[in-house]
């Protein structure tokens, strides 16, 4: 395929006053390396993130700006270093496209962790270039952030996966989550979703606490074992000191009833929280009390590596897992934006590539 062939151009943000009047912008693509491949999209996935990005909840981001970091496609360049992807092959990219290679996160395989890592939108390359998302024609990443789709799962459901399905699946096995183990899943959201769906398929037994009532139902469809409805006082008491993990996909969090959640760990268990609200919307405080009596800890965890997410796709196409979704052509954009705005989305909408 000829080099130039593929033009990069995209649906941007202009005005941050109209977060979701995303305009067609030609765009600048990064210097292609050895490392790099380059992708032609399919399909897109629309992750919170973008909307936190988009009304700059998570800061002032650059103009103009293409988001989206749930994206598959195929590979139509590949970089003489790259070792596990071809040409013509479908292959999908997460919320980093880099990081420096060479600290210790990235040497033992922890790249997600990088200090260096490279955001797949709103952030820049070494050569200075602002990267720019998946709601557009094509990009360019390092081959640690470029993972082969295996045949298995069809392009519409990985797409998702790759950013929301992997920051719930990295804490669920960092955490020891299969057979005999209690897993608790907090907000049944995109996220959330896909964290039922995976513990699930891990083996353990699932809790999922919502405090929507109309997605109790769906929780269980999505495989919980028990559904909580956090609305009713004290609903921890009946699970006081009985789950071995909680995984909190909420990013409301001064809403969020973070004591009750650790009352309800085993000794020992472990609160990691995956949604990463607004600037303005810290944890609620905390007292010693709340964590000594059942000697249970509290973390985080930021999206996942390279091996984890080609584990995550193995067990999503042995075990035919397919996320909740709804597809829109990308010019539809405003639509799914203001769905996962106002909490409406079940559970994920997938835009389709129409620009090339
Ligand atoms: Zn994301
Ligand atoms: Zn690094």
């Keep these: 395929m000829a080099k130039n062939q ?19 912008t030609t765009i600048e693509p990064k210097t292609f390396t050895a490392d790099d491949v380059e992708i032609a999209i399919t399909h897109c996935g629309v992750c919170g993130s973008d909307v936190h990005t988009l009304k700059q909840g998570w800061g002032e981001s650059k103009l103009p700006l293409i988001v989206g970091h749930e994206i598959v496609g195929h590979a139509v360049r590949v970089g003489e270093n790259v070792r ?28 997600n962790y990088c200090p260096k890592g490279i955001s797949t939108y709103n952030s820049v390359y070494p050569d200075g270039i602002v990267t720019q998302g998946g709601y557009s024609t094509a990009i360019r990443a390092h081959q640690q952030f470029v993972f082969p789709i295996p045949d298995g799962i069809e392009s519409r459901y990985a797409a998702s996966m790759l950013c929301g399905g992997l920051t719930v699946f990295s804490p669920l096995v960092t955490n020891g989550t299969g057979p005999g183990k209690k897993v608790g899943i907090v907000g049944i959201g995109g996220l959330g979703h896909y964290a039922v769906l995976f513990a699930k398929a891990l083996g353990a037994e699932v809790w999922a606490f919502t405090h929507s009532p109309n997605k109790m139902e769906d929780a269980k469809k999505l495989g919980a074992d028990h559904v909580v409805d956090t609305n009713k006082e004290d609903f921890a008491k009946p699970h006081a000191l009985s789950l071995d993990l909680i995984v909190s996909t909420m990013d409301a969090t001064p809403q969020l009833p973070i004591k009750q959640f650790l009352s309800m760990l085993y000794v020992h268990g472990r609160f990691v929280t995956v949604g990463i609200p607004d600037k303005d919307q810290p944890l609620p405080t905390l007292h010693a009390f709340d964590l000594v009596p059942n000697g249970c800890y509290i973390g985080g965890s930021a999206i996942g590596c390279k091996k984890e997410c080609m584990q995550m796709l193995k067990l999503a196409a ?3 897992i397919k ?28 835009l389709t590539q129409d620009l090339a």
């Design 323 to 350: 996320p909740w979704i709804e597809e829109l052509p990308m010019k539809d954009a405003k639509k799914a934006l203001e769905g996962v705005a106002d909490n409406k989305v079940r559970y994920r909408y997938v």
């Design 318 to 320: 042995d075990k035919d």
């Design 6 to 24: 593929l033009e990069f151009k995209g649906y941007a943000l202009v005005d941050p006053a109209r977060f979701t009047d995303l305009e067609v």
């Design 84 to 111: 596990d992807i071809k040409v013509g092959q479908r292959v999908g990219v997460g919320a980093k496209i880099g990081s420096c290679m060479q600290c210790r996160q990235c040497k033992e395989g922890l790249e």
